[in-house]
């Protein structure tokens, strides 16, 4: 029953966060995104009694980065707070990393990518494009930045990928299902901002944005009931 309830509450948010996206209303924007990482982090430490202390340090910075690069780019129409969001989100990623590493270790078992390193080439080849593309609109500093964080998102995902084979397979689903949907937020980021206007690009972004954050968490949970 409390986690049905917390739950309700968890829709409410993400109904109200969704809504000030499609209706272009900061007011409901600006009370409802910060509340999405704390009921997600919450429920984390609620329910992360039995979990490794070094992974649940690990997932307590990769939340609250999150967090703060939220707070950020509710104002990201200013080019310095998008730039703050993204080194926020950019922190995010490489704690994100880490703590895959980390289940990665406990399980005992070897990575998954050092056994087929070649499933790293869908991931060479999806940045090579991405970053290509978004070279000519870009100056010296964004170039920088953008290849950074590319690097950054990617290697995440790729340390979620690399979980597979080392604990519960539904926790694998999960948190590798959440590392994509973060990929493809990012890059309806990126395509809006420096390529071509995509309708409803807000709400899009944040549909994907909340499944990756709440699959990943459900997905550590997952790995250590």
Not at 37 to 45: D, E, P, S
Not at 87 to 101: E, M, N, W
Not at 122 to 139: E, K, R, S, T
């Amino acid at each position: 029953m409390k986690k049905i309830l917390l739950h309700i509450l968890f829709v409410a948010i993400v109904f109200a966060d969704l809504l000030g996206e499609y209706l272009h209303n900061p007011q409901i924007d600006c009370f409802a995104k910060p509340l999405l990482l704390i009921w997600i982090a919450g429920y984390f430490f609620l329910h992360a009694r039995n979990i490794d202390k070094k992974v649940v340090v690990f997932a307590g910075f990769a939340f609250l980065f999150s967090w703060i690069g939220d707070l950020f780019m509710m104002f990201a129409a200013d080019f310095l707070y998008f730039v703050c969001g993204i080194a926020s989100f950019l922190i995010a990623q490489v704690v994100y990393s880490f703590l895959f590493l980390r289940t990665i270790d406990l399980s005992g078992k070897k990575p998954f990518l050092k056994k087929k390193p070649m499933w790293l080439i869908p991931y060479i080849a999806f940045g090579l494009v991405v970053y290509i593309v978004l070279f000519p609109q870009l100056d010296l500093l964004l170039r920088i930045a953008i290849f950074v964080y590319v690097l950054a998102i990617l290697g995440m995902s790729a340390m979620a990928l690399n979980r597979f084979g080392n604990g519960h397979p539904i926790s694998f689903s999960l948190v590798f299902t959440g590392s994509l949907f973060f990929v493809l937020s990012d890059s309806l980021i990126a395509v809006n901002r420096f390529l071509v206007s995509i309708p409803y690009e807000g709400l899009l972004v944040m549909v994907c944005y909340i499944a990756a954050q709440y699959l990943i968490m459900l997905g550590l949970l997952k790995q250590y009931e």
